[in-house]
C-alpha cells in the first residue's frame, strides 16, 4: 500500500474549493458549489497550467452558453437537443484547442439545462460562478513551494553518481575487477528524468523565465551520460591490461574526485591532451590483444574529450554550498 501523504496541491484544492463556495454562498448564487468544482479545475501543478486551465475553460463555457442558448431556445429543453447540441460542441472545443475545458463548460449547459429558461439573471449567475471559481483557483495556485533544495538534491546525488562510475572505471583499468555491477548508471538515468521534470516545473512557476539553469545543468548532464553509457561496454571488456591502461585509469581517477557543477572542463581537457601525449610515447602493441585494447583506450579518451566539451559549454550553476574540488 502506498504511503499515504498530503501534498501542497491537495491542501490548495481542498481550502480553495471551500473558499469560492463560500463567497459563492455569500453572494447568493444558484448553484454555488459550482464555484468550488471550477476552482478544483483550475489548481494545476504549475502557475502556467494553473493560467491556461482557467482560459481554455471560461472560453469553453461561453462557447457552451451560446451553444446552449441556440438549441435550447430555438428547439426544446429536451434531453435529444442536448444530445444534438453536445455532438457539435464538442468537435467545435477540440477544433479550437479548448478541450480541457469541456468538464467546467457542461456544468454550464447544466445549469441552463436545469433552468429550463435562459435569462439575464441566468448568464449573470454563470459569469459570476466562473468568475468566483477560475479567479479563487489562479489565486490560490500563485503559491508554490521553493523546490530549489531538492534541485540542489538531485544535482549533489547526480555528481556523486558520476564520481562513483569513473572511480569504478579507473579500479577495473588498475586491477581487472570486474565485479562491480553498474548499478549507478540506471541510478543516474532515473536521477536524471525525475530532475529534469522538477526543474521544468521551475520554468512553469515563472511567467518571465523561458529556461531554468538547474533543467540546462541537468540536460547537459543527460548528454554526458549517453557517452558514459556508449562507451563503458569497451573500456570494461579490453583483452588485457595494458600501461595505457594505467595512464587513463589515473585521468578517471582525478575526473571522479572533481566532479562538480562548475566549470573547470578546460583545465581536464588540458590534462587529457598530456595523456594522448604519454600515449604516443609508449611502445608499439606486440600482439593483436594488445592492439584491440589500444584501440579501445584511444577511443575512450577520445569520446573523453567529447564528454568534457559539453561540459565546457556550460557556464556553471552558483550554489551556496559548493562540494570540495
Known sequence: MKKFSIGYRTLKTAFGAAIAIAIAQYFELASYASAGILTILCVQPTKKKSLHAAYTRFVASIIAMFYAFLSFELFSYHPLTLAAMLIVFIPTIVSLKVADGFVSSAVIIMHIYAAKSFSLAL?????????????TGIAINMYMPDIQKELNYYRVKIEELYSKIFLEIANYLREGDTSW????????IKALNSAKSLAFKDVENHFTRRENDYYVYFDMREQQLEIIDRVLPKITALPVIVQEAVIVADFLQDLGEHVHSGNTASRFREKLEQVKIDFAQLPLPKNHEQFLAQAALYQF??????YLEIKQTFKGLKVKKERPQ
Open 181 to 188: 555491477d553498474g548499478k549507478e548508471i540506471i541510478e543516474a
Open 301 to 306: 579518451i577520445e569520446e573523453m574529450d567529447r
Open 123 to 135: 448568464v449573470y449567475n454563470e459569469f459570476a460562478l466562473m468568475a468566483i471559481g477560475y479567479g
